[in-house]
């Protein structure tokens, strides 16, 4: 299990280091490296990352501000020459705080304490996906999707009491759910087998909702489902 | 960071006399020069920074020193332009940001004059007061940079 990460860092010299440090650490994965806050903040907001590697002063917002405006809350380790921030950085919660230089050891203790914090979200996020909807990421819990619905370039997440599109293909949306939980009964369906009132024929009721079961999809479904 | 790819991507030479100083094809003719004449009166060939830094892996080591003789050392030439124009809190920021790229390649005297400026810009010294530290800044920097050189020679053979 790899920990997506970026650098936000307008310090060539120390990004530079950041990165390969990151580079030898099989547990990281860099995603990106950004010279501003707000070009991370950009990225944000489209993207999911683990952890941010974060200086502080830099042109534009700060790293604070940047964090003040992140749409999610990922783990920050705040890198800086200066150890004046220490105590606003403690009220951000904030996973550690490097001063730079950053020597290689610090750098290794870092992430080997973050590592089950991260280890421990994952496992929490198993149960939850972010989808992109109405200009935001939106984080919806496993057990509060219907079903999933291919429409054309989008996809339809359908909950108990909202619908949401997403511009994104169902089979990126079938990678990401939980497959204990749900199930592709049709080309252009993924359903939520809890949520299922019953079958008919080549079709499943889930509330008012009619779902059909193409033939290609039928026996893995029979297959799945816990019928006696 | 297109053109430290293009650096890091270019083959070293080998010696041509045993004794002489391979120079990298890619530094300025005018840093290249000083090389032959460098010596180590400061004791800034101790490469403890690489092993503190970057746990002795001169991959890593080298491509930043390279990096630091390109961008960061430079900078210590501007300092004075940016006091004048812009202002004390600029200079802080700027002294601000590249202080730790000294530290890391081993220059903890520079680090240590750049600290000292930078401490003189938050407590409102004399624009004459800063400008003195910047002087003192440039003149050891000017004293190391053959040195700093000599030890980027040294040690990207090691990489």
Redesign the interface.
């Known amino acids: 299990m790899s920990t997506s990460c970026i650098i936000v860092e ?5 990004a ?2 950041l990165q ?2 990151i580079e ?1 650490e099989p547990t990281l994965m860099l995603a990106d ?1 950004f010279v501003s806050a707000d070009d991370a903040l950009h990225f944000l907001s489209h993207e999911m990352i683990d952890l941010i590697f974060l200086d502080i ?1 830099m042109p534009g917002i700060n790293g604070f501000q940047l964090l003040d405006q992140l749409p999610y809350r990922p783990f920050v380790i705040l890198t800086t ?2 150890t004046e921030y220490a105590f606003t950085a403690f009220q951000y919660s904030v996973t550690d705080y490097l001063k ?5 050891p610090r750098f290794k203790e870092a992430i080997k304490k973050i590592e089950p914090f991260v280890a421990k979200q994952k496992d929490n996020h198993a149960n939850d996906i972010f989808i992109r909807a109405d200009g935001k990421l939106i984080r919806l819990h496993n057990s509060e999707i219907c079903f999933v619905e291919a429409l054309g370039d989008y996809v339809k997440f359908v909950t108990e009491n909202k619908n949401y599109l997403s511009l994104t293909t169902l089979k990126s949306i079938e990678e990401k759910l939980n497959g204990q939980m749900f199930l592709k009964v049709h080309r252009s369906y993924i359903i939520n087998t809890k949520k299922i009132n019953d079958i008919e024929d080549n079709t499943v009721l889930i509330g008012r909702h009619v779902i059909p079961i193409s033939k290609a999809h039928r026996k893995l479904v029979m297959d799945k489902l816990n019928i006696i | 960071m297109s053109n430290l790819t293009s650096l890091q991507t270019q083959e070293d030479v080998p010696l041509q006399n045993p004794g002489t100083h391979y120079i990298p094809p890619h530094l300025p003719p005018e840093l290249e020069a000083n090389l032959l004449t460098a010596t180590d009166t400061f004791g800034v060939l101790n490469d403890q920074w690489v092993m503190e830094y970057f746990g002795n892996d001169y991959s890593i080591a080298v491509p930043i020193l390279q990096l630091f003789i390109q961008e960061a050392l430079p900078e210590v030439d501007e300092l004075e332009t940016v006091l004048l124009k812009y202002g004390a809190q600029e200079l802080r920021k700027k002294v601000h940001k590249i202080n730790p790229s000294f530290k890391m390649v081993g220059q903890t005297d520079l680090a240590n004059a750049l600290t000292d400026l930078e401490n003189g810009c938050i407590t409102g010294e004399s624009t004459d007061k800063l400008r003195f530290k910047i002087k003192k800044v440039q003149a050891l920097a000017q004293h190391l940079r053959p040195l700093i050189l000599k030890q980027y020679n040294t040690i990207s053979k090691l990489a």
């Not at chain 1, 730079?100 to 290689?104: E, N, Q, V």
């Open positions: 307008d310090d060539k010299i120390s530079l280091h390969r440090m030898q490296t002063e020459a200066k730079k230089p950053i020597t290689l």
